[in-house]
């Protein structure tokens, strides 16, 4: 009461809990994101392992299944943090972020997945991310016609994905 305006004094102090609270949420959403992206790094090396184990005149079946269950472990974590990431979200304009979201994306649209191979990155073999979603989707046709023109390259090509 001794303040020249306590009102002042009172939206200053609202405004930093409301900002304490905000800071401890994207903290912890932070924290998620790391363990997630962890998650990833494990579904990428173990993709690469199990593929290394394949031999290439397998029927794709096996190798169908394997990016398939990426593809879904990426959606999964593109489901939980692309909103919280996006216009509006809790991490909109955190750029520790906003560059995971992008680093595994990129990971999959990388065009020199299996060059040496003669694969043209994933979207060669049938994996892409649709730009206005963000999410993964595999082509099974694409994936079984290059599996039948090339199979040592896309085992390279998915290889160099899960190492990347």
């Known amino acids: 009461l001794s303040l020249f305006d306590p009102e002042s004094a009172y939206r200053m102090m609202t405004e930093i809990n409301r ?88 990971s999959i649209e990388n065009p020199f997945h299996g060059a040496a191979g003669g694969i043209d990155g994933m979207a060669d073999i049938g994996l892409e991310i649709d730009a206005r979603t963000g999410r993964a989707a595999l082509d099974g046709e694409r994936l079984r016609a290059a599996l039948s023109s090339n199979p040592e390259g896309v085992l390279a090509a998915v290889g160099e994905l899960g190492e990347h």
């Open 19 to 106: 900002r304490d609270q905000v800071y401890k949420a994207q903290f912890f959403e932070l924290n998620e994101m790391k363990q997630g992206l962890g998650e990833m790094q494990a579904a990428g090396e173990g993709l690469a392992d199990r593929v290394a184990g394949m031999a290439a005149a397998a029927d794709g079946t096996a190798l169908t299944e394997e990016l398939t269950a990426f593809v879904g472990q990426y959606n999964e974590w593109v489901g939980r943090f692309g909103d919280s990431v996006g216009a509006g979200g809790l991490l909109a304009g955190t750029q520790a972020a906003e560059v995971s979201l992008r680093a595994l994306r990129q």
